[in-house]
């Protein structure tokens, strides 16, 4: 089984065990698809990523440099938007092969960032088609769980940066600003 870490680190695992069996630094974050093929005997790996990647296990190609880290204190970054209503679900455009095609994301915020002044209330409705309840990362508040079509509203009267989650999804997540 291959595995392509974040930090660039291509890895093959023993499929019965688990067991780490072999490793090598692509230099590239990320990952696509691997493929592992055999070809007089030997054995080759094929992985694409910012780049293509084709060498046989053991040979003597070179192991990169691992890519830097974007380490920052701030989590989210992107556009904020001024508004106080905020959709459970987005409308994405992916660009495939054959055109463009939309499709509903039922695991991200719109807008991923929103600005709102203190003491305005703030409503999350839910236009998907599954259950969200919007809740602080820190547990503070919560709109409780959102039917689809349902609103949840929360008064935001303090100042301050607010990351929440869904409870159900909870690697959906979004941060409200709160300023004065």
Known sequence: MFQAA???TLQAYDAKSGELVWQFQTGAPGGGPVMSYELNG???????????????????????????????????????????????????????????????DEYTFTPLRARVKAGSAVTWINNGTTVHTVVARDGSWTTGPLNPIQAGVVKFDKPGIYTYTCKEHPWAAAQLIVVE
């Open 6 to 8: 974040g930090d660039g």
């Open 42 to 104: 030997e054995q080759y790996v094929a992985y694409a990523s910012t780049a293509v990647y084709a060498f046989k296990i053991g040979g003597a190609i070179k192991p990169a440099a691992p890519p830097p880290s974007a380490v920052s204190d701030e989590p989210f970054t992107g556009p904020i938007a001024d508004t106080a209503l905020i959709e459970t679900t987005t409308l994405a455009r992916d660009m495939g092969l054959t055109g463009a095609r939309q499709m509903t």
